[in-house]
C-alpha cells in the first residue's frame, strides 16, 4: 500500500529563516506529487505540483520542491520564510496505477515567528 | 469562478443521530472526492464519483456511511447512525478530467467539521 511519511509535525522557525520540509513516500511506479497548504482559517490550497519533466519544481509564494526519484522524496524548500507563511503543510501522493485517490502525509505545522 | 464549497461548516450530533454533509464542486468537475481527517491523523480518501458514478469507494469505513451524487453536480455524504469515531473534519475535492490524468489536479472546500458526542 502506498504511504507518506513527514518527517516533522511541528517546525518553530524565525522570519528570514530558511525552510526544508521532508517527505518520503513509499511507492515503486508512476507517481504524482504535490504539495498543499491550509493556513489558518482557511481550505487546502495547492502550493505546487510534480508531474513529469524537471525534478525541481515552483510553486506559489516563493516555495520549490525538488523530487528526487531515487530517494523516493519530494522535499519543500522556501529560502526565507515569513510569519504569513504560518500554516500546516501536507504531501500528497497519487500512485497513477492505483486511480486518483490522494494519499496524504500526517502534515507538517509551521509556525514563524515574527 | 466559485470554488468547492461545503455546507455545513460545523455540525455537532449526538451518537446515535444522522448527519448529511453536502459538497458543490466547482462547475464542470466531473471528478468528486471526499476525504476525512481525525484529529491527529492523516486525510484519508473515502470514495471518488465521476459525475454520478462510483468510482472507487474503497476508503468508505463502513455502511453508516452513504454517498451519492444525483445528476452528477453535488454530493451528499450521510453517516447514519453516528458513532463516535466519526468525528473529523470532512473535506471535498474535485477535478476536471484531463486526456492524461496525470495532469489532474484536486481542488478542495473548506470541509465540514463533525463533532459526534
Known amino acids: 500500500a502506498q504511504s507518506v511519511s513527514q518527517h516533522n509535525h511541528h517546525v518553530i522557525l524565525s522570519e528570514a529563516a530558511s525552510l526544508e520540509l521532508g517527505c518520503n513516500y513509499s511507492y515503486g511506479g508512476t507517481v504524482n506529487l504535490f504539495w498543499y497548504v491550509q493556513y489558518p482559517g482557511q481550505h487546502l490550497q495547492l502550493l505546487l505540483k510534480y508531474f513529469s519533466g524537471d525534478p525541481l519544481v515552483k510553486g506559489i509564494k516563493g516555495f520549490e520542491a525538488e523530487f528526487i526519484k531515487s530517494k523516493f522524496s519530494f522535499n519543500l524548500r522556501k529560502p526565507s520564510v515569513q510569519w504569513s507563511d504560518t500554516a500546516e503543510y501536507f504531501c500528497?501522493?497519487?500512485?497513477?496505477?492505483?486511480?486518483?485517490?490522494?494519499?496524504f502525509g500526517a502534515g507538517t505545522i509551521l509556525r514563524v515567528k515574527s | 469562478e466559485a470554488g468547492v464549497t461545503q455546507f455545513p461548516s460545523h455540525s455537532v450530533i449526538e451518537k446515535g443521530q444522522t448527519v448529511t454533509l453536502r459538497c458543490d464542486p466547482i462547475?464542470?468537475?466531473?471528478?468528486l472526492y471526499w476525504y476525512r481527517r481525525v484529529m491527529g491523523k492523516e486525510i484519508k480518501f473515502l470514495l471518488h464519483?465521476?459525475?454520478?458514478?462510483?468510482?472507487?469507494e474503497s476508503g468508505m469505513p463502513n455502511n453508516r456511511f452513504l454517498a451519492e451524487r444525483t445528476g452528477g453536480t453535488y454530493s451528499t455524504l450521510k453517516v447514519q447512525p453516528a458513532e463516535l469515531e466519526d468525528s473529523g473534519v470532512y473535506f471535498c475535492?474535485?477535478?476536471?478530467?484531463?486526456?492524461?490524468?496525470?495532469?489532474?489536479?484536486?481542488?478542495f472546500g473548506p470541509g465540514t467539521r463533525l463533532l459526534v458526542l
Open positions: 464519483f465521476v459525475k454520478e458514478s462510483k468510482q472507487d
Open positions: 500528497a501522493v497519487i500512485g497513477l496505477e492505483y486511480g486518483n485517490k490522494l494519499v
Open positions: 462547475s464542470g468537475h466531473d471528478n
Open positions: 475535492a474535485s477535478s476536471q478530467p484531463q486526456a492524461n490524468r496525470a495532469q489532474e489536479t484536486q481542488y
